[in-house]
């Protein structure tokens, strides 16, 4: 867009000099003289459009930090890997879950003049100025991961995990499993993050519903942290609670939350008095159904930088990017469903380091 206007420009100096030297006089020199400066105007045209072309694209992206889980790792490395230099991208990242934190950030990115910025937000409401400040200053806005609680005008487009449907998923396949009752053990995520308020909701209409009871209800933190979660579960097993179902928000918790079960000697998974259900499809995770330790993995798509870079290019040659918001296709998988191919193909990451 804005280079088809700086061609234009070189080109219309390129023809503006031709004319002007076309008046010169007759005799020899003064014509040679005027070949000359024709051709270093374009030579220096054609070096000015080349430049132009070679242009890198400004892209902020503010992210949550790679510490979260193995799928937010994925994620940034995603968002590297295609945002490169190599791709004609000048990219800049800023990694972090406080909310005020990415605001100044993406408020920054703005001022530097960026031509788009990407967004997961660690909270989904507070964005509104943001987004106003970007449409002001001409920057295209695509949200990716989560969305944020304004109105899609706002933004170009947003490309996300349908959180409330991968929850939905996990509670019908859970209230399919025909226990005979179901205690929960709900351990959330980030509170107040899409992901955590998609997922939750899920369980929360179930028990409203009176298909399960929530016997416990705890968080991972900011960090969705293992060993958060696995203070959820001591502190059930210690309190006395009757529970039968773990329903972690993400493989990470999901793992601090068997480490519990394993010190006090609970039996898990497949035959199992304990049903473990985690998100997000880390490969040590889909081991982990597949060996019948866990009964269930939703998936969550980290991999997203290649579809918006896409709709970028479009924009870039003139053409539109989808508007409003945009779902990836995502499933879930239990014991007996998973296969090899799912975990070498839809896996995300390898094994972390055991919980202690």
């Known amino acids: 867009m804005k280079k088809i206007f700086v061609l234009a420009i070189a080109i219309a100096l390129v023809l503006s000099l031709a004319a002007c030297s076309g008046g010169g006089g007759s005799d020899a020199p003064a014509t040679e003289d005027a070949t000359t400066t024709e051709e270093t105007a374009a030579d220096g045209a054609a070096d000015t459009a080349a430049d132009t072309a070679g242009e ?39 990694n972090t879950a406080d909310n005020s934190e990415q605001i100044a950030a993406a408020e920054g990115y703005i001022r530097d003049g960026v031509d788009y910025l990407l967004i997961s937000a660690a909270n989904a409401t507070g ?127 999901a793992q601090g939350a068997v480490a519990a079960l394993d010190a006090a000697g609970i039996s898990h998974g497949k035959d199992g008095d304990v049903v473990i259900m985690g998100f997000d499809f880390n490969r040590f995770a889909l081991r982990e159904v597949q060996a019948g330790n866990w009964n269930y993995d939703g998936q969550c798509n980290p991999r997203q930088a290649s579809q918006i870079a896409e709709w970028i290019q479009a924009m870039e040659s003139g053409g539109d990017a989808p508007t409003g918001t945009q779902y990836l296709d995502e499933v879930g998988l239990d014991t007996a469903t998973i296969t090899e191919d799912d975990i070498t193909n839809k896996g995300i990451n390898e094994d972390p380091g055991q919980i202690s």
């Open 127 to 253: 964005w509104d100025g943001v987004l106003t400040s970007a449409k002001e200053a001409g920057v295209k806005v695509f949200l990716f991961d989560r969305t944020i609680e304004t109105d899609e005008s706002n933004y170009q487009a947003a490309l996300v995990s349908d959180m409330y449907a991968e929850g939905t998923t996990a509670v019908e396949w859970l209230l399919n499993q025909g226990l005979d009752e179901y205690n929960v053990i709900l351990i959330r995520g980030q509170v107040g993050s899409a992901a955590e308020l998609g997922r939750s909701e899920a369980v929360t209409k179930a028990e409203d519903a009176g298909d399960l009871k929530i016997v416990a209800d705890g968080t991972g933190g900011d960090s969705w942290s293992s060993d958060e979660a696995r203070k959820v579960v001591e502190a059930a097993i210690t309190g006395g609670t009757k529970f039968n179902v773990i329903y972690a928000e993400n493989d990470g918790m």
């Open 56 to 94: 890198a694209i400004k892209v902020g992206i503010v992210n949550l930090p790679p510490e979260e889980s193995g799928y937010r790792q994925a994620n940034v490395e995603d968002m590297n890997d295609v945002f490169s230099s190599a791709n004609g991208y000048d990219m800049k990242q800023t």
